[in-house]
């Protein structure tokens, strides 16, 4: 398995699995249109030619947002969502931010745990954030 910076030939590989991993996903326009930023960071970890996992953020001054983090059912539990966001963490320090921040629906259990364990706190709730009416907890870890 490598790990490596998106491509614009990985958008609709990402693109399937993000519809894989969420109920409302990202469509690959969206997907594209964020590459196109100058402060857009992508990777993901591949193995034989498939996207098992990938992550994207924005750095901007002293923040990074964590805009995307999925991992493919199939390749789960095995360490690569700590992987993708200490990758993601150790890019925004590079850049100069001093913050990681991101929103997660108030329901996922699973990711929230993730979350927690790489040391996000939960600082506040966007209430109705998602298509369906679930509220998103936003969490941040000081870096």
Do not use: H
Request: a negative charge; proline letters at 3%; hydrophobic letters at 45%.
């Amino acid at each position: 398995m490598i790990a490596r910076e998106w491509q614009q030939l990985d958008i609709p590989k990402i693109a399937e699995l993000e519809k894989l991993c969420f109920s409302d996903p990202w469509t690959g326009q969206a997907f594209e249109s964020g590459m196109n930023s100058p402060f857009f960071y992508g990777i993901l970890f591949e193995e034989a030619g498939q996207v098992c996992a990938y992550a994207c953020e924005t750095v901007l001054f002293e923040d990074a947002e964590i805009l995307n983090v999925a991992v493919a059912p199939s390749f789960r539990r095995r360490g690569l969502g700590k992987a993708l966001l200490l990758a993601l963490e150790e890019y925004a320090k590079k850049q100069g931010a001093e913050r990681l921040l991101l929103e997660v629906r108030e329901g996922n259990v699973s990711a929230r745990g993730l979350y927690d364990s790489f040391g996000f706190s939960a600082f506040g709730v966007r209430k109705n954030y998602y298509e369906d009416g679930e509220n998103a907890v936003v969490m941040q870890k000081i870096i």
